[in-house]
């Protein structure tokens, strides 16, 4: 990678109007690990820090305006996936996929809200299982995400590395199941599993109401993957730049929702 012709990532996900999640979210972790962004919006959400007031999906047409567009001019060395809504938008995220081949992909796996509530359809979730799953080089459900995968609860630390290990088993090279829904005590333990490697991360729970961390997590790994590391170690090292984030996060809005410090939690050049 030199400064002239810099790898860049890729984000195809939903637009947060409110600067906290999504793609702005994506872009800001991009910026801060030094690698050149990308996006394709495949959704558009109006929302602030007191929730979500509308969705709407742009025609595929346009999403596939994007991807083109983007493929066509740039060394993408990393694909990041976030929302995509229907079983539609997600069979054309594959087809382009499976065209262009990207060396990396990681899909967070975006079907459950915060306020618990299901975002995919059973069409769409079939689609992510059957399309994404087996063109992700890395997947990273929170718990409620990986029991919609599995179709069954995952409660106890036992249960979250026997689910790390089935989730493999449906067609991701890597997975990491993050521990934030899984009470394991003062501290979230992240689960790396790729099937020779595993590897637990852990950091203190903080006690804030926090907004992006999933969405800047999968992204922060897409551009430690640019900038070379491994798997694992991109892994760990997002990880930690999502603490340090959550540790100087703030307040934008007027809700109670805390939102992530990308350029602080970098660090200096």
Not at 165 to 178: C, D, M, R, S, Y
């Amino acid at each position: 990678m030199t400064p002239s012709t810099p790898v860049s990532a890729l984000t195809i996900a939903g637009s947060d109007s409110g600067g906290g999640a999504g793609i702005q979210a994506d872009l800001k972790a991009f910026a801060a690990h030094r690698v050149h962004g990308l996006s394709a919006i495949a959704a558009l959400t109006a929302q602030n820090t007191r929730g979500v007031i509308a969705v709407h999906v742009p025609p595929l047409e346009f999403l596939q305006a994007q991807l083109d567009a983007c493929f066509e001019d740039f060394d993408i060395h990393a694909v990041k996936l976030g929302m995509l809504a229907n079983a539609d938008v997600i069979h054309l995220v594959a087809d382009v996929l499976e065209t262009h081949r990207p060396p990396q992909v990681v899909l967070d796996p975006v079907m459950v809200a915060t306020s618990g509530a299901r975002l995919l359809e059973a069409s769409a979730l079939r689609a992510l299982r059957e399309r994404l799953l087996p063109l992700a080089t890395l997947l990273t459900p929170n718990t409620p995400e990986a029991e919609l995968l599995l179709g069954r609860r995952i409660g106890n630390a036992a249960e979250a590395e026997d689910a790390a290990a089935a989730l493999l088993g449906l067609g991701a090279g890597a997975v990491l199941l993050k521990g934030g829904h899984l009470d394991e005590g003062p501290r979230v333990i992240d689960r790396y599993f790729d099937g020779v490697t595993g590897e637990e991360f852990s950091h203190a729970r903080l006690p804030v109401d926090a907004h992006g961390t999933g969405c800047t997590l999968a992204a922060a790994i897409a551009a430690q993957l640019c900038r070379g590391l491994s798997l694992p170690n991109a892994c760990g090292a997002a990880i930690d730049y999502v603490a340090r984030g959550l540790r100087n996060g703030y307040q934008p809005g007027r809700g109670e929702v805390m939102v992530l410090d990308h350029f602080g939690a970098a660090g200096p050049a």
